[in-house]
């Protein structure tokens, strides 16, 4: 058995231990949903603090140059771009999740119609995908004459043929933690000649991601959750540089043509011109607010890269999450707890979640009630995500303790675990 | 001729000089491009920090309910809804004007198709209208087989009749500060059985609105001009209830169908079923920093409403604009600047802009070394924006007295002012 003791151990020899002290964490608290909303990094405060009353107060719209405010979105994508295996100016910062899918799956349909092969008309996805993915898919299938197939994922594999036009999955699961394998099924995507879409929400910050390494055709991923950029942060894009030149070559549009992604938006010209590379994927004026946080959060993920990285992080990773499924296993047994999430190492993200038949909310509220902050996600699964940025083992420890007397106590059967929030 | 102590007696009678208190200016500045970036409510730093430190840092994800972040979308677009003539929930804060657009126009162009009338697929804007407004249009037109026609202001009349499907407008143009007449012009656009797209992006903050009372169909507008909202801040998009009524009825989408415009987001459900009114144009999750500093910069708007409210604002604004054509009239005469802003006050917004055949770009440059910030819109034009909430009419002598000196030394034509900045 696990002590508390032999976890202090495993912290006094953690090499990212002094990684913690970039954030500022809540007294009291076991922060166990950095992948809904990450932490704010110590820096971000005096940073926006900064931007907000002399970028904006003093030099008003001479910022835009003076501070670079216009380099902003290709600055702080480009930065995401090393933790996602993209080269420098590959990325944008921009818009949200939401409106990066919209850009890029209508660029992948574009693509796809150009080529000809009227067969190839399906958008496979994962039945259990997050839902505004399925819902951005739904809405451009009915506009471009697709129809989107929603699949198990284990049955990814036999939807890949030649009605296939775009394979877009989220590379790991936001309720299972189930990490699909980029490298593999872009490869069987492009054998059928379909392209791939890939939302990396709980992958950036979370695990290594070598998206040029994949050659993968379209990315878009979340700022605020591993990224630490701050409660509804910028999203990301990235498309692969051949389709980039393809559309410089033939002249095609992203569909939000907003004025920012025009080739010289200070022209004011009334014709659109995209510009070249992944900046024909912005669109309106950029959050410059929004975007200062998430750079603080980005370079937090950074500060690791003298560390080992993404590489360093994984290992701490998935040390915790082994240590948590083996805990929980060894310490709330017979209490209806199912792991979710793969038990296989290689294809578990940086969370584990747990379905319980009965009464998942409850006790994820009676913890968050005792400062051990996880979610619920409907409608039985209790999940917890683990940052190796800031997370210690003894907080792992003291997290299934919590959790085991919640259950050992019947705690959660109190009414008021039981009145659910408007926002779980 | 008017002197600056005429100006100066002007001020100490304005029932309107203690809003200007509100804000955070900086010394010898003499800011009239509010039109292009407000300036700092000095209310906002310490709201965003209090965003940042407390609600972010100590609460994490319990500001969704806690603090309310859930809600902020709706309760920002209210309040702007009251500078509008919108009713309480009418109107929703979120996303980029280019993005709100692409949403409001798809759903015009929807509701056009769905009833028949395919000899109706033209979409009339005007020719000098913001560029994003005329590329988000084309690309829209494209899309669903319209045909985008631009016009010059004048001739847009001529132009509403029976292939006419939707009349986007900019109400008063960025250039040349003249205003559309709302009214009359959704009166007209319907009764040829057209829709009208308001951008309201100089409008908001800026003169009295009425869409309501105008009986539009759809607007969208700008936050961080006339409303203080910071750089980049979340832009908003209002629909009359008629047509909000009609979506929910026929379970009509907007196309960009994030999850935050579903019915019951937190139920993860993977069909979209767009929720009841405004709220189906929200997308992603909303940018929570952002939409904490536009809600003080709206606020600092909505601090005239005990004194008048846009009315009050209204006629100080045309005290100001007036006085200013009046003294570079009376003092820069014979320098070749050519008004472009309508001497006819009903039809000119909040901003005076001059045409010169030569050197707009350096006199403006020369004007901001010597503290007064107007801005250059290419090819010829110098812009000068008005926001009574903070300008002085002895501003406004003491910026047409730098005018007058950079014309009359010259001192524009040294090299340095002539120097183009990446972004003018």
New interface residues.
Partial sequence: MTSRRDCEALDAQDPLAALRAQF?L?AG?I?L?GN??G??PAS??RR??EV??R???????????KAG??HQPLRVGTKIGRLIGAREGETLAA?????NL?KVLSAALELIKRDGAPQRRTIVSE??????D???A???AA?HGFTLK?VDAEEIGAHIGAGLAVLMLTQVNYRSGRVHDMAALTRAAHAAGALTVWDLAHSAGAIPVDLNGAEADFAIGCG?KYLNG??????FVWAHRRHLERMDRDGL?Q??????G?AA????????RPAPGIARFA?????????A?LECGVDSVLAAEPLGGMAALRRKSLALTNLFIRLVEERCAGHGLELVTPRDESVRGSQVSFARAEGGYAIVQAL?ERGV?G?F??PDVLRFGFTPLYLRFADVWDAVEQLRQVLETGQWREARFNVK????
Same sequence: chains 1, 2.
């Fill in positions: 500022t809540p608290t922060y949903d809904s909303l932490v704010l971000t405060a926006v603090q907000v009353t970028e904006w107060g003093e030099d008003l719209i001479t910022s835009w140059n405010w216009i818009d949200s999740t939401s409106a919209y039945r259990q995908n997050f839902p505004t399925l819902y951005i739904e809405s451009l506009q929603l605020y701050g409660p509804g942060a910028p999203a549009w569909p939000l043509a907003g004025w920012m025009h938006p200070f022209e004011f010209s009334s014709a659109y669109c309106g004026t950029p959050a410059v607010l929004s975007l946080a968050i902050i979610d996600r409907a929030a408007a926002v779980t």
